[in-house]
């Protein structure tokens, strides 16, 4: 049972990931797009799930700073071995997308947020917060209009995208809250043969195609490892995995559909008043930033958690 756990809250976390990094970033169907595409790529961020619930669960990851390293060892991964877009602008492109989109957003709010609102004893809290996203992912979604390799989707369209996006993400929050009842503990072959695959996508196709990348790459790892291994060496036993295994009712998982509602409100609204917003640029101008000062503060903060911890045990 703990093995099937295991695989189950592997994948219904790949499908939060591609939910958030993907969909709601594409926001429509692209030209090429199939199921067979979507299900493969949904695959890929599972085996990237799989590596970010292994680092949550052996560095003890009970914080929200620990959580936005972890959230940057899994935007790296894509970003950086995956894809290639870690290497394309620098500096920026360390923080845009692997910190700005993945960490900050797919990570703190489309998987803890969201599932965080769900445990509240709030029952609209979930609502709330999906009603803004949802609004935000509007605001976004008509930057592509804009986009050379962009396009007008109708209103028609995007609301079947985006409604049928967001239904499958209700399993997944709950076959991620029901397989979150004890510690992510896989078969340690299993965890050594999905490193390793990343480690040679890496060496034998990365660093060939942008030699740079042997020197950045380990470095943006390193410096993320290093602040989780502050983080275990003065957390308590545990980790956030097990915090979401209370039962919740169905209508907040329901609740989730606030995204599509407001985002196609939103969608519809700009189509009807023929909208021309570079919404893409604001976004970027915030969390691009952001995503270095979040990244600077989460090492602060674990190391002064470690210093602390160590001057204590000291006296």
């Not at 990570?107 to 803004?132: C, D, M, Q």
Request: aromatic residues 18%; charged residues 10%.
């Amino acid at each position: 049972m703990k093995t099937f756990k295991n695989f189950v809250l592997t994948l219904s976390t790949g499908y939060i990931f591609f939910l958030y990094s993907e969909l709601l970033f594409w926001a429509r169907k692209r030209p090429g797009d199939s199921l067979g595409e979507w299900t493969i790529t949904w695959l890929a961020y599972s085996l990237m799930a799989f590596i970010f619930l292994l680092i949550v669960s052996y560095f003890k990851v009970n914080n929200i700073w620990a959580l936005f390293l972890a959230g940057a060892v899994f935007g790296w991964l894509g970003e950086g071995i995956v894809v290639q877009t870690t290497y394309e602008s620098l500096p920026l492109s360390i923080s845009f997308t692997a910190l700005a989109w993945h960490a900050l957003i797919t990570v703190w709010i489309g998987w803890y947020a969201i599932r965080k609102s769900l445990h509240a004893s709030n029952p609209f809290s979930t609502l709330k917060l999906s009603l803004t996203i949802g609004l935000c992912y509007g605001l976004w979604a008509i930057m592509w209009w804009l986009e050379p390799d962009g396009g007008v989707s109708s209103v028609f369209e995007f609301a079947a995208f985006s409604f049928a996006a967001v239904i499958l993400a209700i399993p997944a929050y709950w076959l991620s809250d029901w397989s979150s009842t004890e510690s992510f503990r896989p078969n340690r072959w299993i965890s050594i043969a999905i490193v390793g695959m990343f480690a040679l996508m890496f060496l034998f196709i990365v660093v060939p195609a942008i030699p740079l990348a042997i020197i950045i790459l380990p470095i943006l790892l390193g410096l993320a490892c290093l602040g989780l291994r502050w983080n275990r060496l003065t957390e308590a036993d545990g980790s956030m995995l097990t915090s979401f295994s209370n039962p919740v009712s169905a209508w907040k998982y329901f609740s989730l559909l606030g995204i599509p509602v407001a985002g196609v409100s939103f969608y519809a609204l700009a189509a009807s008043l023929n909208l021309q917003w570079q919404t893409n640029w604001i976004l970027y101008l915030i969390t691009t930033p952001l995503g270095f000062i979040l990244f600077g503060i989460g090492l602060y903060k674990l190391n002064k958690a470690k210093r602390v911890t160590t001057i204590e045990d000291k006296t």
